[in-house]
């Protein structure tokens, strides 16, 4: 007999060979002028660092990221697919271009897991299974472009319920009861645009360490989420030209796939940050409910703000560990208190 619990697995499983199969098609097109390609692997959860459970309680993300792309390869065609006359991705500029693959996974539960059914005034439960590929373009030293595009699914299908229920009756705590309550299946695309500048903070370094702001502009569009935002960070250490900051799950403060392993040293290193981002909210459809059918639902509030800080930890430039925090305002009306996200990331050349 096939339990919930194996499918569950299988179904991570079959996420996990996907991945490296992508992988490898991907790194047929690339040339490898960085040399290495990167793998990074992603998790967030409410409970990493807080005894917490709820709102949005878990997000998995894994991604592979090309070599420099050659001039002639099928990933570098998406770029000259783009109109020539206007501002993004201008090729004359270009000084490195890359190509990510990624697929991921968001589970979004109300504060009290225990009612049943879930409270009309909490957060509903859905969860949110997607994949998607983004074209990376860094201009200079100093500016880099991100264009992604995702494509997933909401409700049954997303595989929430399995995920986290399966995962408390396998460390031992209670399961959560309104799954039942769910959102319902609903194909999700999102279309996101940002652009991030490096900004280096003369006179300061002391030897390797180094300080500069990376500030970000940014939108993204489809059924899921549309909102724009804009942010900054801060970052204290070394290697600060090599990337624009760790990757995060859509929404949050913005990092991307994005690393130059020609602009680290090999060693040890990394930096501290902190950062700030604000958004303004169109449609959240975990918060408002099914797009064309009737599904719970909550008053979204249309201003969100996330503060994150952390750390990036180099072994060589091949190997990377990110730590972090993030504190995220209410999101809808009624919420009790803003929610606290851990975060660990793992990166790693190929």
């Known amino acids: 007999m096939i339990t919930a619990r194996t499918r569950a697995v299988a179904s991570r499983a079959a996420l996990l060979a996907t991945i490296f199969i992508v992988a490898g098609l991907a790194a047929g097109s690339a040339a490898r002028a960085d040399e290495y ?12 660092y807080f005894k917490t459970d709820k709102h949005y309680t878990q997000g998995i993300r894994f991604s592979y990221l090309t070599p420099t792309l050659a001039a002639d390869g099928m990933w570098a065609g998406l770029f000259h697919a783009l109109p020539a006359d206007t501002p993004f991705f201008n090729a004359g500029d270009s000084s490195d271009r890359r190509a990510a693959v990624l697929f991921g996974q968001s589970v979004f539960t109300p504060d009290n897991l225990r009612a049943r059914p879930p409270s009309p ?7 949110w299974l997607y994949g998607g590929a983004s074209l990376l373009q860094r201009s200079g030293a100093d500016m880099l472009e991100n264009l992604e595009f995702d494509i997933g699914v909401v ?13 408390h009756q396998l460390i031992g705590i209670r399961q959560a009861n309104g799954w039942t309550n769910q959102l319902q299946n609903e194909p ?7 652009r991030l500048w490096r900004i280096a ?12 702001v990376v500030p970000q502009i940014g939108a993204t569009l489809g059924n899921v989420f549309t909102y724009g935002e804009v942010g900054a960070m801060l970052r204290i250490g070394t290697n600060l030209g090599a990337d624009f900051g ?21 060693g040890l290193g990394g930096y501290f940050y902190i950062g700030t981002q604000g958004r303004v909210v169109a449609q959240n459809i975990f918060l408002d409910g099914n797009t064309d059918r009737t599904s719970p639902s ?11 800080s952390g750390f990036a930890f180099e072994w060589s430039r091949r190997v990377r560990l990110d730590l972090s925090v993030s504190l995220r305002s209410d999101e809808f009306n009624g919420q009790h208190s803003p929610d606290e996200i851990g975060t660990v990331g793992l990166s790693f050349a190929l």
């Open 37 to 48: 390609a990167r793998v990074n692997l992603l998790e967030e959860n409410d409970s990493l």
């Open 121 to 127: 005034h909490d957060r509903p439960y859905a969860g």
């Open 155 to 167: 409700g049954p299908a997303a595989l929430g319920k399995q995920v986290q229920n399966d995962w």
């Open 188 to 194: 999700g695309v999102l279309l996101s645009y940002e």
């Open 201 to 212: 903070v003369p006179g300061v370094a002391i030897g390797p360490i180094g300080i500069d």
């Open 246 to 266: 760790p990757a995060r799950v859509r929404p949050a403060l913005s990092g991307t796939d994005y690393f130059d392993g020609d602009k680290a040293d090999d």
């Open 298 to 308: 909550v008053a979204r509030k249309v201003l969100v703000g996330d503060v994150q």
